[in-house]
């Protein structure tokens, strides 16, 4: 009998960071391309949609988008949505230390305890084009992602898309490698 390889998949993702670091914008430009520059705080968790199709492997993959809330308030009902999310991009704002602070004391912690075991999740410093603004410096994302054991780390542009897709892509891509799923070509 043949091996039979699946090829479609749903992956259920979350986008952790404080309030106003960028999830939703990060998430609006994946998404539709569009990015809106008033502030909307989130209101508990929005999920939304969208397949990915990884042509080098004729993969389809369906992917669960939870933006969940950083606000304090939604502490205690944040914890439910986490159940089977196998991914997470984990944000701060560059131009504000503290957010990056929060991402070891706060965001990783609870991905880790609510999550599935096996997730991967990357770093993402986002707001990359506020270069007079910055107070986080790359080499200190660096080597944050190197201590928590991120899978990678990247710098984005919610508002320009710089590395946005790539973001989306790598974490899925290492999903996929720490599910052991085979990569091989036809």
Known sequence: MGEIKKREWALKLAILGDPAVGKTSLINKYITDSFKENYQPTLGVNIVSKYMRLEEFNYKIRLLLWDIAGQNKYELTRQSFFQGCVGALLVYDMTRYS???????????????????DGAYI???????????????????????QQINAAEYIETSAKYGENVEKAFKKLVLHILGKSKINHELD
């Open 99 to 117: 957010t990056f602070e929060q991402i070891t004391i706060k965001w990783l912690e609870d991905f880790k305890k609510f999550s599935r075991s």
């Open 123 to 145: 770093l993402i410093g986002n707001k990359s084009d506020l270069k007079d603004s910055i107070k986080v410096s790359s080499e200190e994302g660096k080597l944050l992602s």
